[in-house]
């Protein structure tokens, strides 16, 4: 293995600084989840630390849940839950990159719906306009995370269908053309799995799951997306950051 270029800093205990360069190999996705890091010797060899300051680094690792232990195979990377952000208007494809993760989708069904008054309501297109309904299940490095139902009114549809939409990132095709998210409403409340979903995610019938619904705005107040995600709840979180 090729040395480190890491420079101990003066002012911080050692073992934390390997910590901290330990955590961006995983933050980056340098390693994978679920694959083994380097062994104790190799790490050692790398940053030129003793034994002792290595095993706290990594303990330190474990009990954040980001490393496993696994007795006669060594220390794992932690697959790493997926984290939403009150007040952060982001797709799954932004949240799954920040945390290092490839984001990938499997199309479901994609067509033009009419007859779906409550959907049309909420978008705010007559009865008799079709509107675009896509289904998917979202997977961050191949591993189903969540099934996505999302409606678009017909000329954001139209535009969407000119895409793979098993590789397309909704917001980033958005701005591509000129149209931005201004705000959006979202509700979340847990619902337990029916035997479909159970089955698309990879979890047990009557699982818990969290469901998002969200309905987002263009820069001229117009709603343009109606999504309703249902997310594995051991895989996904919501994070809030409060203030007084």
């Known amino acids: 293995m090729s040395r480190s270029r890491f420079e101990p800093k003066k002012g911080e205990a050692l073992y934390l600084q390997v ?21 104790e010797q190799e790490l050692i060899s790398e940053f030129d630390v003793s034994r002792t300051t290595i095993r706290q680094a990594i303990n330190l690792l474990v009990q954040d849940n980001l490393l496993e232990k696994k007795q006669g195979r060594g220390t794992i990377v932690r697959p790493q839950n997926l984290v939403g952000h ?3 208007l982001k ?32 978008l705010e ?8 309904l896509i289904e998917r299940i979202r997977l961050a490095d191949d591993v189903p995370i969540a ?67 969200k309905v987002s705005y263009g820069m001229d107040d117009r709603p343009i997306e109606y999504t309703k995600t249902k997310y594995r709840s051991d895989k996904y979180q919501y994070s809030i950051e409060l203030k007084r």
């Open 91 to 122: 797709g799954f494809t932004e949240e799954a990159r920040e945390r290092g993760q490839i984001p990938r989708a499997k199309v479901l069904r994609s067509e033009f719906k009419t007859k779906f008054f409550f959907e049309q309501d909420i």
């Open 147 to 213: 099934i996505e139902r999302s409606c678009w009114p017909k000329d954001i549809g139209e535009l969407l269908q000119t895409h793979n939409l098993n590789e397309a990132h909704y917001y980033e095709i958005l701005e591509q053309h000129n149209i931005y998210l201004k705000r959006a409403k979202e509700t979340i409340r847990a619902i337990n799995a029916t035997l479909d979903e159970a089955d698309y995610l990879g979890v047990r019938p009557g699982e818990a799951l969290l469901e998002m619904t």
């Open 19 to 39: 910590k901290n360069e330990l955590y961006k190999r995983i933050q980056q996705g340098i390693w994978k989840a679920d694959t083994l890091i380097p062994t």
């Open 125 to 132: 297109v007559s009865e008799t306009e079709p509107i675009l």
């Open 86 to 88: 009150l007040g952060k």
